[in-house]
């Protein structure tokens, strides 16, 4: 069964770090696109960055460019966003999703990030 | 990038079919069938239930179809069920190589 564990969202004070990750199972992780979704409360979808298989490209969403760095270990089947220079804006349920072409065919259930002072 | 944009909310009966529309540019859904809709279930995440404006992933109702014309992309589900209710959001490549979501749409079941 395939799956994608979210884990490493807390609460952090506005201009703090902190990095998420992604445990994926049940599919060949290193032979996908990933990507990571956030949902602020209350809010829509909005798609925050992608990586290729090999982490060999990445694009990001205007609002993170410059501020948060995904990543993978393949040997780990892990899938990694770090987050800096963190906002209010930024509180949010971060998804990871397997990516498949353009299409994103599995969500993970969230982890939230919370940015209060 | 700009969010596409969805109506707020649309509502049918029991039976009835429904659309919901996706607006872009000539730069996202316009230049690319690369157009996909989700579902989102109230506490629960997302799920694809139409990529590529028209294909549906094993296991989705057939009750749930797309169509794209110029720069407006559309889910239309018929034989609306109360399971229906929830929210829906598209998406699309983008020039930029990037995706963008809609707004999100709340399809609410009378």
């Known amino acids: 069964e395939m799956q994608l564990v979210e884990t490493g969202g807390v609460v952090v004070q506005p201009g703090g770090s902190l990095r998420l990750s992604c445990a994926a199972s049940?599919?060949?992780?290193?032979?996908?696109?990933m990507h990571w979704v956030r949902q602020r409360p209350g809010k829509g979808l909005e798609w925050v960055c992608v990586?290729?298989?090999?982490?060999?490209?990445?694009d990001y969403g205007d609002s993170v460019k410059g501020r948060f760095i995904v990543s993978r270990d393949n040997s780990k089947n892990s899938l990694y966003l770090q987050l800096t220079s963190l906002t209010t804006a930024d509180t949010a349920l971060y998804y990871c999703?397997?990516?498949?072409?353009?299409?994103?065919?599995?969500w993970g259930q969230g982890t939230l990030v919370t940015v209060s002072s | 990038q700009s969010a596409l944009t969805q109506p707020a909310s649309v509502s049918g009966s029991p039976g009835q079919s429904i659309t919901i529309s996706c607006t872009g540019t000539?730069?996202?859904?316009?230049?690319?069938?690369?157009v996909s809709w989700y579902q989102q279930h109230p506490g629960q995440a997302p799920k694809l239930i139409l990529y590529?404006?028209?294909n549906r992933p094993s296991g989705v109702s057939h009750r749930f179809s797309g169509s794209k014309s110029d720069n407006t992309a559309s889910l239309i589900i018929s034989g609306l069920q109360a399971e229906d209710e929830a929210d829906y959001y598209c998406?699309?490549?983008?020039?930029?190589?990037?995706?963008?979501f809609g707004g999100g749409t709340r399809l609410t079941v009378l």
């Open positions: 049940g599919f060949t992780f290193e032979h996908y696109t």
């Open positions: 999703v397997k990516g498949h072409s353009t299409r994103l065919d599995y």
């Open positions: 998406s699309s490549y983008t020039s930029t190589s990037i995706l963008v």
């Open positions: 590529e404006v028209n």
């Open positions: 990586i290729n298989w090999d982490g060999g490209r990445t």
């Open positions: 000539s730069s996202d859904v316009g230049g690319y069938v690369y």
